[in-house]
């Protein structure tokens, strides 16, 4: 099947963020160009292409990566940077919609993607500011009812690595008068993601790899014997083709686009606020994410800058005003921030599944896919990168269990699927409110 685009990247250059200015060195890499061939071409540099080449070149495959900007331009090089485990839908919403040991098999796997990302950065010695723990913070008792839930949740499935924390024990990781209590994951950490993108692409390239940015796909053929990617100056023909564009994929695959959405979320960054005045904030420097359905997300960068996120628009649409929309929220956190100069503000899309489970497959039988993270992708496009290398290279164990899962497509179709998540947030945004 052919389908064609105009475009799915914009113009190449790395959205105005904090990272772009605190990236590592990087190569200028070529535009594709010409008739070329390839055993493994992946469409999308981010974590998920990156994840799934990497592996696929430690295996000694050959193996060519296709970018429409460049190397971790989309949510892997703009993110929160926060290795959280687990995916968007819970466990106990997985059994409950998949059944028991669907539920036994991702409680297996939610801590990999973590691991995967820690056994790159030590393998290939990446330079991206890892840290370690992750705290989710509660505002209300209903919120420290869930986080219990879940620590016992995940313990019964033999996960200990998490730890609930009262008022007092919070207060030594994040002095804030907002919350109630919160719960530690021992097990997450925070790093620099778009370094961390950018030290994956310099792995895959020093064990052969051929990543080519500034080339928007305008064209693919994944029904043909051999795929054949198109862009506007080349083409690329592969014996496999693994599509990993997310949420800036477009319509460049046509069956794949209603089946996600895009969903912008913002983050600022703080001028450096000086060692002092961070440990202040954060003494145990952990990244932190409170548990409302809309959710404030913030840590402390290398060089003491507060990072600082949250809030959501349905549809992939830029916030007029980005830090009018999050300084609010930053000043409820911490008070004493509410004059403190803005040095980047920025958004990024991610892609959002109507289950909140990551979908994997394949179309027809040598191109896969992989998509709709969720606001989990971090952690989630590493995993479900290698479970893909997994199945390119023969292992379809992990691979058939997700792609077996029911998909579930938006209410109402694309035309519909922006209000109807509008209303739903509403809702959920209320019920943290009354504090149900």
């Not at 990566?65 to 485990?85: C, D, L, P, T």
């Not at 200990?160 to 907002?178: A, F, P, T």
């Not at 359905?293 to 992939?316: E, K, N, Q």
Request: net charge neutral.
């Amino acid at each position: 099947m052919r389908i064609k685009t105009n475009n799915y990247a914009g113009n190449g250059a790395h959205t105005d963020s904090y990272y772009a200015a605190s990236a590592n060195p990087s190569p200028v890499r070529p535009a594709l160009s010409g008739d070329n061939t390839i055993d493994i071409c992946i469409i999308g540099a981010g974590y998920s292409g990156l994840s799934a080449g990497l592996d696929l070149a430690e295996k000694g495959h050959k193996v060519a990566i296709i970018e429409g900007a460049k190397v971790g331009w989309g949510a892997s090089g703009r993110n929160g940077g926060q290795i959280v485990n687990g995916l968007n839908a819970s466990l106990q919403t997985i059994d409950k919609r998949y059944g028991g040991e669907t539920a036994k098999f991702v409680a297996s796997i939610v801590q990999e993607g973590g691991q995967i990302i820690r056994q790159r950065i030590k393998k290939y010695d990446i330079q991206c500011d890892l840290k370690e723990n992750n705290i989710f913070t509660a505002l209300t008792s209903a919120h420290m009812r869930e986080l219990e839930e879940r620590r016992q949740l995940w313990a019964s499935y033999g996960i200990n690595n998490q730890e609930m924390l009262d008022r007092h024990d919070l207060h030594k990781h994040v002095r804030s008068e907002l919350y109630c209590g919160g719960m530690i994951d021992h097990s997450g950490g925070h790093m620099h993601p778009l370094n961390l993108a950018l030290g994956e692409a310099a792995a895959l390239e020093a064990l052969g790899g051929v990543i080519y940015e500034d080339s928007t796909v305008v064209e693919v053929d994944h029904a043909a014997s051999l795929p054949v990617v198109k862009t506007a100056q080349g083409k690329m023909t592969c014996k496999t083709l693994i599509i990993c564009g997310n949420a800036y994929l477009g319509n460049v695959v046509q069956p794949l686009a209603p089946r996600v959405m895009p969903v912008s979320t913002q983050i600022m960054a703080t001028k450096p606020l000086g060692q002092e005045l961070a440990r202040s904030l954060i003494p145990g420097d952990a990244c932190i994410e409170d548990v409302r359905y809309i959710l404030d997300y913030y840590r402390l960068s290398a060089d003491h800058r507060l990072l600082f996120g949250g809030g959501t628009v349905y549809g992939g649409a830029d916030p007029r005003d980005i830090k009018a929309k999050l300084q609010r929220n930053l000043v409820k956190v911490f008070p004493q921030l509410q004059n403190i100069e803005i040095d980047y503000a920025w958004s990024g899309n991610f892609a959002l599944s109507f289950s909140r489970v990551p979908q994997i497959g394949r179309l027809g039988n040598n191109t896969y896919f992989a998509h709709g993270y969720s606001g989990h992708g971090v952690t989630g496009s590493h995993l479900f990168g290698k479970i893909i290398s997994e199945a390119v290279n023969g292992d379809l164990s992990r691979f058939d269990v997700f792609g077996a899962l029911k998909y579930y497509p938006f209410p109402g179709g694309r035309a519909l699927r922006v209000p109807y998540s509008v209303i739903g947030s509403w809702w959920y945004a209320l019920r943290d409110r009354l504090g149900i």
